[in-house]
């Protein structure tokens, strides 16, 4: 009898190619949300009562920006976005399980086990490696899609290109101008990363478990893709509004000629301000487009990713 042995599970780099893949379709369609989350993030800041409105909500961001700017308008930033999902998505979605597995095996638990503190440290860590990677990517691409030539809000920062951008960047502020915002960066990976994928796999493990869906159903991945994008738009969104503002903000050189941000510190300094002047609505500015946004971006980042995963093992275990 022929012994039938168990494939391998996929390296690193395959997990980081598939998710990277996975990553840059999701955007593609969630980008426009993120361009009005951007915008309505920036209005009215550190303004008491909102000051002058630009935009009334995500709709009308949407529909004055396909007016103004037509689809160049609503896809602003979308070639650093593309570089930015590949970074983050390939290490999120790469690293997590080696991570996971690794933290089980340190405690004696098995490799299958779902441990939700296990769980939840790996996808944070994963994060966190895939945020400072990609972190002058998300820096030039917010602020891409910030700028406005028709209904500017916020500091305005024009560039014609990504590569103008990260040119510009660096020749006004230096090497550390990239790395602008990324203890913002991180917080707010950290944060999204850290149930993202832990709420995927437990509901996607309950459903089949329990019988309810088929465990490798299109179904499946989208219910559970559905629960993780609501839980990762709450705990995300004040880290987010932080990080926007902080990229965005105006810069004066100090006395040692390092450029340093006039409005906010650090991510801490941002929030403590935004909640004095705004209150806590402030936090969660542009939280609606931010659910659009994030909601279509995890439900087809996940879905693709396993999608792409199965067909990929296919092809790999018919060639073994």
Known sequence: MASSTIPPPLSMLESFLCGGLAGCIAVTVSNPAEV??????LQGELVKGGGKRVYKDVLDVL???WRNEGIRGLQRGLG???VYQILLNGSRLGFYEPF????NRSIGRSITDQIPFTSVVAGAASGIIGASFGNPLFLIKARMQAY????PVGTQHYYKSSFDALATIFRTEKFWGLLRGMDAAILRTAMGSSVQLPTYKWTKNQLGSHGLLPSNSILTYLVSSSVSGVCVCIVMQPADTALTRVYNQPTTRTPDGRLSGILYRNPIDCLWKTFRTEGVFGWYKGSTAQFLRVAPH???TLTVNDIILGLY???RNRRS
Not at 36 to 41: G, H, V, Y
Not at 100 to 103: A, D, L, Q, S
């Open 80 to 82: 650093p976005a593309y």
């Open 148 to 151: 406005s030539p028709i209904l």
């Open 100 to 103: 996971r597995r690794t933290i």
């Open 63 to 65: 529909a004055k920006t």
């Open 36 to 41: 009005a989350k951007t915008r309505l993030q």
């Open 298 to 300: 995890t439900i087809i």
């Open 313 to 315: 093992k296919d092809i």
